[in-house]
């Protein structure tokens, strides 16, 4: 059974900083690829960064050079270190195992999230 817990959100001014957690269980992690995903309110889940096995990493355009992921296998765990947060930023932020999803090859099942606010 697969477990996606998400943690390190929180409220912060523009500019600053925030590091999210996904701890995960149930999965052989070190084989999977790796993904955050954030949906704010009103709008669609979207992809934000991934992190394959090798540690290739890859990011959407918009935090590209603000955000970096990263994976600690001996702890089944994947961050996103964030910096020169923007109001735009603010979302529920997700993990999962990285796109493409299809019928056959879905998500797990989406943990709680982790909220993050970026306001002055």
């Known amino acids: 059974q697969v477990q996606l817990v998400e943690s390190g959100g929180g409220l912060v001014q523009p500019g600053g900083s925030l590091r999210l957690s996904c701890a995960t269980s149930g999965i052989m992690f070190r084989i999977y690829a790796m993904g955050w995903y954030r949906q704010a309110p009103g709008k669609q889940r979207e992809w934000v960064a991934s992190?394959?096995?090798?540690?290739?990493?890859n990011y959407l355009e918009s935090v590209k050079g603000r955000f970096t992921i990263s994976r600690d296998n001996a702890k089944t765990t994947v961050y996103l270190q964030m910096n020169s947060l923007k109001p735009e930023d603010t979302a529920v932020y997700y993990c999962n195992r990285d796109r493409p999803f299809s019928l056959t090859s879905p998500p797990w099942t989406w943990g709680q999230g982790t909220q993050v606010t970026v306001s002055s």
């Open positions: 992190i394959t096995s090798g540690e290739s990493t």
